[in-house]
């Protein structure tokens, strides 16, 4: 008996992840109860949101409570948005709104950045104190540590999407919803919740009253989607992760230059096949439901300068930011140096959404310096506008390294780890090693270089074996499905390596 209800508990060692067989038996569930009440339209988006909400429990935890927060706040100040007179009164709910999404998001992930900050910049000596647990304590009698702000996972996602849903209907882009759950649904919407991609309101608000409709190319596009975004996920990205990656930023002092920058390497591959795993199996999902979501990866490492490495690279969070913050700003529409500093601001503010640290605004920064730097370069570079495949492969190149470059900060716990890892690139690059730590890590290696071939593969290649996997019959796609479930389960690690950007 109480297997059966641990079914219901949350259990923060057993997050609900794409990853494990009982997600999959949980979509399960779901697609067999929704091919029943899929005809009524009401019927559809209640129980989704009722069945995302499960799902952000499963994988937070008491923080489904704030998402039923963030859902109520947004749906009533954009009603009030929408059917308000006056301009001014539009502009204090979008207002509202704007405040009370971006003070959940500082609250919860920004806290402590904020706190050790101040204490490190002005000499003090201030704590976080959690006042919401302190209220939940002297309200309910709970026990929570005051002491310690924990993360929900996919705050920075739904707050964004929430934020997006205000300003489109102050825009007057898009009309609110006909009621809460109808909004509920459009916030929560379990495959792309926690990690994206982020979904506007224009976007994703029209399909709520379409009929559902999956023909099937698109059948064969989902199934596809979600085996490639697992390949990329358990039998590359973890794989890396776990047998070199992380052992190699733990301690990178304790390693090679030449096994440092390897693991950079390595690690460039893995946030990649990570994250866009990720939202392979995201958009998967949501189309076998009969939704549409945004693509948000188109072979980022094949961009041949930083500008259209960002056109390329989480293309929803690129594109969020250029329309709600950087054309806000000013864009570029008042001379050369606000331009700058508006682009400078936007990655900046970008970084630090990835993460409450130095390490993140760092990273923002270079990218930021990267894009103006390349502004400059393309007017006198004497191969930007040439065809030569050498002149391309020149520049494919530079954008891959410095991309890879900047992943350093990225990927480093701490500014003492990335010293250390610049520290042993620099001092302790013995190539002499380099045929001794390839071979002994001869199977991280060859992934690296399947992964990275396949991610290189013309596109006009890989659109050919995947139209031949959606145009082939139900009968080889079982049997390729289950060649690929083979082959990932003699990958799959003990070790649960949760999403990158769950962080996020």
Known sequence: ???????????????????????????????????????????????????????????????????????????????????????????????????????????????????????????????????????????????????????????????????????????EKVKPVRNIIDFGFYVSFFPQLVAGPIVRASEFVPQLYKRYNLSYAEFGYALFLILNGLVKKIFIGDYLAVNFIDRIFANPLSYSGFENISALYAYSLQVYCDFSGYTDIAIGIALFLGFRLPKNFNSPYKADNVGNFWKRWHISLSSWLKDYLYIPLGGNRNGQFRTNVNLMITMLLGGLWHGASWEFVIWGGINGIGLLTYKYWKRISPYEHSKHWLAHFWKVFLTFNFITFTRIWFRSESMLQANQFLTQVWKSLDLSMASDVVIS????????????????????????????????SIGIKIIITIVVIFIIYQAWSSDIVPFIYFQF
Do not use: C
């Open 441 to 472: 890590y001869y199977k991280v290696f060859l992934v690296m270089l399947l992964g990275y071939v396949v991610h290189w593969l013309p596109s006009g290649f890989k659109n050919t074996y995947r139209n031949w996997f959606i145009n082939t």
């Open 1 to 171: 008996m109480n297997n059966f209800y641990d079914i219901f508990i949350f259990n923060t060692e057993k997050p609900l992840l794409f990853t494990q067989m009982y997600f999959w038996i949980f979509f399960g569930i779901v697609l067999t109860i929704y091919s029943i009440i899929y005809p009524s339209k009401a019927a559809r988006n209640g129980f989704l949101f009722f069945a995302s909400l499960f799902f952000y429990w499963k994988t937070s935890g008491l923080f489904f409570l704030l998402l039923i927060f963030s859902t109520i706040a947004g749906y009533f100040f954009g009603l009030g948005n929408y059917h308000a007179k006056k301009k001014s009164v539009k502009k204090l709910f979008l207002a509202a709104s704007i405040i009370v999404n971006l003070g959940l998001l500082s609250y919860f992930k920004y806290s402590y950045f904020v706190t050790e900050t101040i204490n490190t910049w002005f000499g003090t000596h201030f704590e976080v104190f959690n006042f919401l647990a302190a209220i939940s304590n002297s309200i309910s009698g709970s026990n929570f540590d005051v002491a310690v702000i924990g993360l929900p996972v996919g705050i920075s996602f739904f707050t964004f999407q929430t934020i997006s849903y205000a300003i489109d209907i102050y825009r």
